[in-house]
């Protein structure tokens, strides 16, 4: 088994790193505590290719395989310390942009996926609302055939990207006795009339990423606008489970923990108490070595199932197993990092305090750790 990585994955990596440490990390702290999107970060982003690295060529973007991509959002999110700026990122491509490419049609890749590729445009999904959490089938936006369109009628809750999207991806039902089987994908250009964007929502985490509900009251979207088949809705988003479980989420836990680990390891190192560094003690080394032991395995798993998506296997059960894993360890290796920095890590001029409450979201986002076991279990015993 090789598990060594190519040097251009490498070389990718580290560029994307020293761009994220350059150009993000010296205004995430501002950004963080007003809770502030910055067009311009945006820009400079889109600049680089990566609101669009696994999108073809001939969509705008560059093609890149998921080992790859996993990689280069690892640095990123590693590099700016800014995991908030990332689930922007990571939602406007792996669950819109890569969704819309898996399912749309040619002339809606034609036509949308270099807007959104490049970064011209920013992308969000509108799934779930606020009855429908992990019983996403259970949504409740109505999506009512009239002529030549669709009238949709409902609101979304909690949207990443909602107050900025130029172009969501709604999942309403067409009938919501067939619950899954209701359930369709449409493509809402902002604008369009009918609909409005709601609360914006003010986050204990993630706070550099905008969060809000959306508002649909009959707002007409043409029948072309619908991605894939009517009432096969789903299928755009299971199709894309792997890019979302073990490329966008993992990166982002993955990001996280490498940087949380670094920093521990370098305050161990430097701080002194008992006439010593914090770093000789074995209680805090015992903590550096659990960080680094979860971080491995986290990765390991999570690149398993990117490996598996190149090389034609499924992926969909093994990115559910990293999920499963690294959502509730970053979590631990938030709080050993914080208790390594004493009370200097609860203060916010530290990147712990504003990483450790953003890693509390990975057991929430993209479908909670007890839905992910819960997916786990029922594919051992179906
Ligand atoms: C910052 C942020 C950004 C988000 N971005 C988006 C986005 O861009 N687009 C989008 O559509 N959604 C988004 N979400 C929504 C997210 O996907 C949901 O929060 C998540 O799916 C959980 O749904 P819920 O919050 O309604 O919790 P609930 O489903 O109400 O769950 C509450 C608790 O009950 C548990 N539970 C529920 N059902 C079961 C079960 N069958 N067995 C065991 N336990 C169960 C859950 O695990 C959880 O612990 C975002 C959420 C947040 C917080």
């Known amino acids: 088994m090789d ?5 251009e994955q490498e070389a990718f990596a580290r ?24 067009p311009e970060l945006w820009r400079k982003i889109g600049e680089l290719g990566l609101c669009g690295l696994p999108i073809p060529e001939e969509y705008g973007g560059s093609g890149t395989d998921a080992v790859t991509s996993l990689l280069a959002y690892e640095a990123f999110t590693k590099g700016s310390k800014d995991p908030g700026l990332y689930l922007s990122l990571g939602a406007h491509l792996f669950i819109c942009t890569v969704p819309l490419w898996l399912h749309g049609s040619e002339e ?19 799934l779930t609302e606020p009855n429908a959490g992990s019983d996403a089938a259970g949504i409740e936006t109505t999506a009512r055939r009239d002529g030549d369109y669709y009238v949709l009628n409902g609101t979304k809750m909690f949207i990443t990207n909602g107050p900025i999207a130029d172009l969501v991806l709604v999942m309403a039902t067409v009938d919501k006795n067939k619950r899954a089987g209701g359930v369709t994908a449409f493509i809402v250009e902002k604008g369009t009339p009918g609909f409005s964007v709601g609360r914006e929502l003010n986050k204990m985490g993630h706070r550099t990423s905008p969060t809000s509900e959306l508002i649909f009251e009959d707002c007409r979207v043409p029948a072309e606008n619908v991605v894939g088949e009517v009432g096969k809705g789903f299928q755009a988003t299971t199709d894309a489970l792997v890019w979302e479980r073990g490329v966008f989420l993992a990166a982002g836990s993955l990001g996280m923990m490498a940087a949380m680990l670094e920093d521990a390891i370098e305050h161990a190192k430097t701080r002194t108490q008992f006439g010593q560094p914090i770093g000789r003690f074995q ?32 992926g969909k059960f093994e990115a559910s197993i990293a999920k499963a894993y690294y959502a509730d360890e970053v979590v631990r290796v938030a709080d050993d990092a ?4 004493g009370g200097y890590g609860y203060m916010k001029e530290y990147p712990v305090e504003r990483m450790y409450r953003d890693a509390r979201l990975m057991p929430i986002g993209g479908g909670t750790s007890e839905v992910q076991r819960l997916v786990v279990s029922s594919m051992l015993m179906k």
């Not at 598990?3 to 040097?7: G, K, V």
């Open 338 to 341: 914080l208790q390594v920095f």
């Open 3 to 7: 598990f060594s990585l190519t040097p």
């Open 283 to 314: 209680m805090v080394r015992d903590k550096i070595a659990r960080m680094k032991v979860a971080y491995d395995a986290a990765r390991m798993l999570s690149l398993r199932a990117a490996w598996m998506k190149d090389n034609g296997r499924d």
């Open 15 to 38: 560029t994307v790193e020293k761009f994220a440490r350059e150009e993000v990390l010296p205004s995430v702290e501002h950004r963080d505590e007003t809770g502030s999107w910055d």
């Open 108 to 126: 809606q890749k034609r036509k949308y996926l270099p807007k959104l590729a490049s970064g011209e445009w920013v992308g969000a999904l509108g």
